[in-house]
């Protein structure tokens, strides 16, 4: 069975580091999603794309986070300064167009 | 705008029945969806029912929807010990052509033999 692929699955960094996490959505879903995850708390919507496009980032820090599908495949999200308060999962879910969402196993950060 | 609720906790004796609940607030929501979440893993999809039925069973699991309301639960037969796990409900909208999902803070399912 297809799966959401996500790398690395734990980071620990100090603050003001960068961080950089991987997602490989399953094969032929156009829409790409990146959810943070709070400890004790719901997934919230970082950024989505379909294709290779960006369709919602309202609710990404811009000033420090970034997020990337260059060939509308794999995706890449980073994080530069982190600070404490980034401490969380990072999930990343796919699916085909206006489609049931799959999620991947997730990337625990910590900021120290 | 849109918000989910549920309730935090639930406990229960393997071999009963769970019911978790969860409400939501957007009358347009097309599809809401169960997750299932398990410690520090991502979240799986157990199932999901239309915005235009009342109730959905797949296995030990059932789905009732009350639209008029905005109330939907899932009801978990015969509870096992591997249930036990955080449960996610979520609302999905179609915005410009693009589904976004939002989630409640989740009902954490403790099953005790």
């Known amino acids: 069975e297809a799966e959401v692929a996500q790398s690395p699955r734990y980071k620990i960094t100090e603050k003001s580091q960068a961080v950089a996490f991987w997602c490989d959505p399953i094969s032929g879903h156009a829409t790409l999603y990146w959810y943070r995850q709070i400890l004790g708390q719901g997934p919230e919507l970082l950024v989505q794309f379909q294709d290779e496009s960006v369709v919602d980032d309202s609710q990404l820090p811009k000033d420090r986070f970034s997020a990337e599908r260059l060939k509308g495949v794999d995706s890449t999200l980073k994080i530069q300064p982190a600070e404490l308060g980034d401490s969380a999962m990072y999930l990343c879910?796919?699916?085909?167009?206006?489609?049931?969402?799959?999620f991947g196993p997730g990337t625990r950060l910590t900021v120290l | 705008g849109e918000d989910v609720e549920q309730s935090l906790f639930l406990s229960v004796r393997e071999g009963d029945s769970s019911v978790i609940n969860c409400t939501y607030t957007d009358s347009s929501s097309t599809y809401l969806y169960w997750y299932k979440q398990e410690p520090g893993a991502g979240l799986q999809l157990l199932t999901y029912i239309f915005s235009n039925m009342d109730m959905k069973q797949d296995q030990r699991l059932t789905v009732l929807l009350n639209k008029k309301d905005k109330h939907l639960s899932l009801r978990i037969a015969d509870t096992q010990t591997g249930d036990s796990a955080i449960y996610f409900c979520?609302?999905?909208?179609?915005?410009?052509?693009?589904?976004?999902?939002?989630f409640g803070t989740g009902t954490r399912l403790l099953v005790s033999p």
């Open positions: 879910a796919s699916s085909p167009y206006t489609d049931t969402q799959y």
């Open positions: 979520a609302e999905s909208t179609v915005n410009t052509g693009f589904q976004k999902l939002v």
